[in-house]
């Protein structure tokens, strides 16, 4: 009968709404080069490299997608790292084109990135949402037309008002801070089997509470 067929495909439909939806790519936001490894702005390389570190692989240029990339496994799932060569401002341009290439979602994605309006170690996660100022989620936005993608917070806290937010970001933490985001790192570690496995509302919530 054609009803039943109808009503196959329906639920077949609202099932796939209901399933978790998976992380297949990773990218960590950060400027490339020496001078800048160790600054705030580049938190989100930061935590690439732990992740690597914890869970296996290696890192490779690929010019194609103008980064660095990595494949790793967490759990069972396998997840592609991406560490974008083309400086903050020009992020997007790289995330575009790896998303186009391996024909990602959106919703598929997490971007890790430095957070001025978290305090100093705090880690959230959230989905969508402007770009409050950050160049590289400003670029990413352009390029994929949605804001509708993960995004890993790593907190770093604002300047005094005297001072200059770039420069800020683009220096390096105190020992203190260093210290803070090292463990908001490893905070960030505990949950990304769940994340990557597509648990994400969870992981919000638990992460809103520490």
């Known amino acids: 009968m054609i009803w039943r067929w109808f009503l196959w495909l329906l639920l077949d439909q609202v099932w796939k709404g209901l399933r978790n939806k998976v992380i297949k790519l990773i990218v960590g936001l950060g400027n490339p080069g020496l001078q800048y490894e160790q600054t705030r702005h580049n938190a989100g390389f930061l935590f690439l490299d732990a992740f690597v570190a914890q869970n296996g692989g290696a890192w490779s240029v690929e010019a194609k997608f103008d980064g660095v990339l990595a494949e790793s496994h967490i759990g069972m799932q396998k997840v592609a790292l991406l560490k974008p060569l083309t400086f903050m401002n020009k992020s997007g341009l790289a995330v575009g084109k790896i998303l186009r290439y391996f024909k990602f979602m959106p919703d598929e994605l997490l971007v890790v990135h430095d957070e001025l309006d978290l305090e100093a170690g705090v880690i959230r996660l959230k989905k969508g949402g402007g770009h409050a100022g950050h160049n590289g989620l400003r670029d990413i936005i352009s390029h994929l037309g949605t804001k509708e993608f993960y995004r890993l917070r790593l907190g770093i806290g604002r300047p005094s008002a005297a001072a200059n937010v770039a420069d800020f970001v683009l220096s390096s933490p105190s ?36």
């Not at 496995?197 to 809103?208: I, K, P, T």
């Open 175 to 210: 020992k203190q801070e260093s210290v803070q985001l090292v463990q908001a790192i490893d905070l960030g570690m505990q949950y990304m089997a769940k994340i990557v496995a597509g648990d994400l509302a969870s992981v919000m919530n638990e992460l809103h509470t520490k």
